[in-house]
T-cell receptor, first 114, second 112 residues
Framework: ETAVFQTPNYHVTQVGNEVSFNCKQTLGHDTMYWYKQDSKKLLKIMFS???????VNETVPRRFSPQSSDKAHLNLRIKSVEPEDSAVYLCASSFGTGNYAEQFFGPGTRLTVL | QQNVQQSPESLIVPEGARTSLNCTFSDSASQYFWWYRQHSGKAPKALM?????GEKEEGRFTIHLNKASLHFSLHIRDSQPSDSALYLCAVSITGNTRKLIFGLGTTLQVQP
């Protein structure tokens, strides 16, 4: 039963364009995450928000910018995409930031940069 | 910097077999250990977690943790074709900010 929703499912674009991805969770969680899963299936944290506050900001290029309007929504904008941005972008949510909190993932947005 | 390694990279087993997946980590202060399963084209989903040394069993799945040897594992009893998926181990790092560090995964194929 899906409770973390991502749009779009797929996006194909050209180098230099801007793209935006959306994520919404209906679990009542207060923490949301963006992960990047590359072609080797490595899942790597990019950003994390707790109650709309940015709490994790990994070393990612500055063209990536997250935005959270409320606890249930997290967006990701990429200005001027590069070929290495091709990947699946996964959104996740959890209740709290403790080590024990299970993260629930969305199905992902697959980005292809031509 | 936490380093999480998984083995084997891929595995093919017959239906009904016992399957063992391994994960090693580098930070001895790591606190919580997870296994996630990701079916092809789907969202990763948490299978099990553990935080203290020893074993924990849930149905056909058993997780084993040995912090001294920086190792934890997942064992699947009576493997089923529906278990075919990418298995990702993850370790949560210490500190107030929660981050999961994932391994590269083990692709499991269970043949009927």
């Amino acid at each position: 039963e899906t409770a973390v929703f991502q749009t779009p499912n797929y996006h194909v674009t050209q180098v230099g364009n801007e793209v935006s991805f959306n994520c919404k969770q209906t679990l009542g969680h207060d923490t949301m995450y963006w992960y990047k899963q590359d072609s080797k299936k490595l899942l790597k944290i990019m950003f994390s928000y707790n109650n709309k506050q940015l709490i994790v900001n990994e070393t990612v290029p500055r063209r990536f910018s997250p935005q959270s309007s409320d606890k249930a929504h997290l967006n990701l904008r990429i200005k001027s995409v590069e070929p290495e941005d091709s990947a699946v972008y996964l959104c996740a949510s959890s209740f709290g930031t403790g080590n024990y909190a299970e993260q629930f993932f969305g199905p992902g947005t697959r980005l292809t940069v031509l | 910097q936490q380093n999480v390694q998984q083995s084997p990279e891929s595995l093919i087993v017959p239906e009904g077999a016992r399957t063992s997946l391994n994960c090693t980590f580098s930070d001895s202060a790591s606190q919580y250990f997870w296994w996630y399963r990701q079916h092809s084209g789907k969202a990763p989903k948490a299978l099990m977690s553990i935080f203290s040394n020893g074993e924990k069993e849930e149905g056909r799945f058993t997780i084993h943790l040995n912090k001294a040897s920086l190792h934890f594992s997942l064992h699947i009893r009576d493997s089923q074709p529906s278990d075919s998926a990418l298995y990702l181990c993850a370790v949560s790092i210490t500190g107030n900010t929660r981050k999961l560090i994932f391994g590269l995964g083990t692709t499991l194929q269970v043949q009927p």
